[in-house]
């Protein structure tokens, strides 16, 4: 398992936010390093996304199961960053070499972040 640290990105305040959870199964071994490229360039997107305030990947790369755990200012800020390039491209490269992926979102107060990933896989799994 490899797990890319929480990057915190913005500084949250007091408030409610919103708090995504993603879990990306690739279908087959060989697509994993065209994979992680693409996530190298979504990392680098989201340092630089209005709105998101931290992030963190995590990636089991000998069973293919990848999770990114983020945190918003709101859905819009997310919305906006799902739809611009590289993240919009990416899903569309990738959308055949996927298996079903599953995206879960909860509210956290500032005082909750980074969530840990004990929280955000229990999260997972009940969503």
Request: proline fraction near 6%; charge should be positive.
């Amino acid at each position: 398992m490899v797990d890319r640290p929480w990057t915190p990105v913005a500084t949250p305040g007091d408030g409610e936010y919103l708090a995504l959870i993603s879990f990306l199964p690739l279908k087959r071994r060989r697509t994993t390093f065209k994979f992680l490229r693409y996530s190298g360039a979504i990392g680098e997107q989201l340092t630089k996304t209005r709105g998101v305030l931290g992030f963190a990947f995590r990636a089991k790369i000998l069973s293919r199961k990848f999770y990114t755990l983020s945190v918003w200012k709101d859905e819009a800020a997310l919305t906006e960053f799902v739809g611009t390039n590289p993240h919009r491209g990416t899903m569309s490269a990738m959308r055949a070499d996927m298996g079903e992926t599953k995206f879960v979102r909860w509210l956290v107060r500032g005082s909750e972040i980074p969530p840990s990933w004990e929280v955000a896989l229990a999260v997972l799994a009940e969503g």
